[in-house]
């Protein structure tokens, strides 16, 4: 079995920065350095939408509403992708998932976190 635990999430004012932490455990261990993770974020009232991907080699692509302020990285040997924001705006205030995938292998099975809460304001 899977778990993805996100962390890190909180309430932040304008222009502050929070890095968000996903965590994998269990039977992905040896597969996990070859998984692509992204990140989605979800905020009231809207769809869920693409925030930063990360590919298996350290490839990255970032939505236009957070390039140049959000960057995303991995470590393979703690299992864990982080997503630092900075200047942070009111409306990246969304529950942020981590998304755990293999593009281009469509019967590879893929893991979503729980979710976590970042509220910007002041």
């Known amino acids: 079995q899977v778990q993805l635990v996100e962390s890190g999430g909180g309430l932040v004012q304008p222009g502050g920065s929070l890095r968000l932490s996903c965590a994998a455990s269990g039977s992905i261990r040896s597969l996990f350095s070859i998984y692509a993770m992204t990140w989605y974020r979800q905020a009231p009232g809207k769809q869920r939408e693409l925030a930063a991907t990360?590919?298996?080699?350290?490839?990255?692509n970032y939505a236009d509403s957070v390039k140049g302020r959000f960057t995303i990285s991995r470590d393979n040997l703690k299992m864990t992708v982080y997503l630092q924001m900075n200047s942070l705006k009111p409306e990246d205030t969304a529950v942020y998932y981590c998304?755990?995938?293999?593009?281009?292998?469509?019967?590879?099975?893929?893991?979503w976190g729980q979710g976590t809460q970042v509220t910007v304001s002041s």
């Open positions: 998304h755990l995938h293999r593009p281009g292998y469509p019967g590879a099975p893929d893991y």
């Open positions: 990360i590919t298996s080699v350290g490839s990255t």
